[in-house]
């Protein structure tokens, strides 16, 4: 299976800054998910994106959270005003058909 | 809601013994189940699925079978190896009227086999 690439591989900001994480590139893939796994924790469900619109997100993808698909292949998630609880690795998924999401090695954000 | 379940890690092993990792899951109607694998600085990687019950997934000596009775898929292999050291995720997705949703996971198990 090709494989998900996502930028940058560790992202460090200050606290109210925002953020831009990427997935590049991907084509011909029809569902795209964002997650985050805190530290230590599980990996948690963010956002599921299809025909470029939000399908599902979770009660963590709140306002200050938005993705889009910019140019047709990148997809990304932005988010605004960073708190420090955010820090996190993200991962970024796609979806082309069947049942199996192929995971991206992820983004590690970190907010100081 | 969906829920995962695993069992409390972390499990500690000798090269060649025998490995089991418990899941269980709640799920409404009939979910496909995974389990991933994650190794030392990197990302989530699809190591078996089973998409319906009795199912049995396989991959690289593991072994995973989808039982609706109990409601578990717990991960076996027979011999493992030093380089099978990694967390691994039990997760499930109830995929409703499509194929397409958002996989719920469990907590993790970090496995580390010595030589």
């Known amino acids: 299976e090709p494989e998900v690439t996502q930028t940058p591989s560790h992202q460090v900001t200050q606290m109210g800054q925002e953020v831009i994480l990427r997935c590049v590139p991907i084509s011909n893939h029809l569902y795209f998910y964002w997650y985050r796994q805190i530290l230590g924790q599980k990996v948690e469900f963010l956002v599921s994106?299809?025909?470029?619109?939000?399908?599902?997100k979770s009660e963590i993808f709140d306002d200050r959270f938005s993705v889009e698909r910019p140019d047709g292949s990148n997809f990304t998630l932005k988010i605004r005003s960073t708190k420090l609880e955010d820090s996190a690795m993200y991962f970024c998924a796609r979806e082309a058909a069947g049942e199996t999401q192929y995971f991206g090695p992820g983004t590690r954000l970190t907010v100081l | 809601g969906n829920s995962v379940t695993q069992m409390e890690g972390p499990v500690t092993l000798s090269e060649e013994a025998f490995l089991t990792i418990n899941c269980t899951y709640t799920?409404?109607?009939?979910?496909?189940l995974f389990w991933y694998v994650q190794y030392p600085g990197e990302g989530l990687q699809l190591l078996l699925k089973?998409?319906?019950?009795?199912d049995k997934g396989s991959n690289k000596g593991f072994e995973a079978t989808y039982r609706k009775e109990t409601t578990s898929f717990h991960l076996e292999k027979g011999s493992v190896q030093v380089s099978d050291s990694a967390v691994y995720f039990c997760?499930?997705?109830?995929?409703?009227?499509?194929?397409?949703?958002?996989?719920?996971f469990g907590q993790g198990t970090i496995l580390t086999v010595h030589p």
């Open positions: 799920a409404t109607g009939y979910p496909s």
């Open positions: 994106f299809y025909n470029n619109e939000i399908s599902e």
């Open positions: 089973a998409t319906k019950a009795d």
């Open positions: 997760a499930l997705k109830n995929a409703g009227g499509t194929s397409y949703g958002k996989l719920t």
